[in-house]
């Protein structure tokens, strides 16, 4: 991999790009969004986490000729055959009303003694030339009901990560942030990115 020190971040969510700036400003990395270079937010029409992430990433690296990161990440329940998987965020529906997505799952699984599920995230880095590459992070656990504290997003209440006694929702976030499936992605990524610099 070629030394890198300007990306596009494919997302236009101002938090993200914080988020992840921060991770990449120690590697002298600048970073712009794609909502900063007026980039439009691709349809994501990937059957995977690994193709929706590849396609924000490699439209952004075409559109901008820069290096582009982009992720996708959800919580894959064993009993529903993987789902919400890449449609977690659309189980939440427009209004973002996560308290219904986790009921959703929640009635799904019915009374299937199987309470195993994974949250994991792909990120995707693509290079204007077309080559991209793929950095998977995972964290496996198990789904509680009811959902318990108020921490965290999404569907972090009712998860609770193998060989922890409380879920993502009760966890400080400088906990969650030691064993998260995003930090597990972006260990990997960091370190392709160290090995270029």
């Known amino acids: ?7 596009v971040l494919a997302t236009h969510n101002p938090g993200k790009v914080a988020e992840i700036g921060a991770l990449l400003e120690p590697l ?3 970073v712009v969004s794609a909502g900063d270079l007026g980039l439009p937010e691709p349809e994501e029409t990937g059957t995977s986490f690994a193709e929706n992430a590849a396609l924000k990433a490699m ?3 075409q559109a901008s000729r820069l290096p582009a990161l982009a992720d996708d990440s959800g919580l894959c329940v064993n009993a529903l055959n993987g789902e919400p998987g890449i ?26 003694p199987d309470r195993g599920a994974a949250f994991v995230c792909v990120l995707a880095l693509a290079f204007p030339g077309g080559d991209c590459e793929i950095f998977e992070g995972r964290v496996d656990g198990t789904l509680v009901w009811p959902p318990m504290g108020q ?6 209440p009712m998860f609770m990560p193998e060989d922890y006694n409380r879920t993502f929702g009760e966890m400080p976030a400088s906990e969650k942030k030691k064993i998260s499936h995003r930090s ?5 990524l960091l370190m ?3 090995a270029s610099s």
């Open 192 to 194: 392709a990115l160290s």
């Open 151 to 156: 921490g965290g997003f999404g569907y972090d």
């Open 59 to 61: 439209l952004a690296a």
């Open 184 to 188: 597990r992605a972006f260990a990997k």
């Open 1 to 7: 991999m070629t030394p890198i020190t300007e990306i």
């Open 28 to 30: 002298g990395i600048k």
């Open 87 to 112: 449609f977690s965020a659309r189980w939440a529906g427009p209004e973002k009303d996560f308290n219904r997505a986790m009921q959703a799952v929640h009635d799904r699984m019915g009374d299937n």
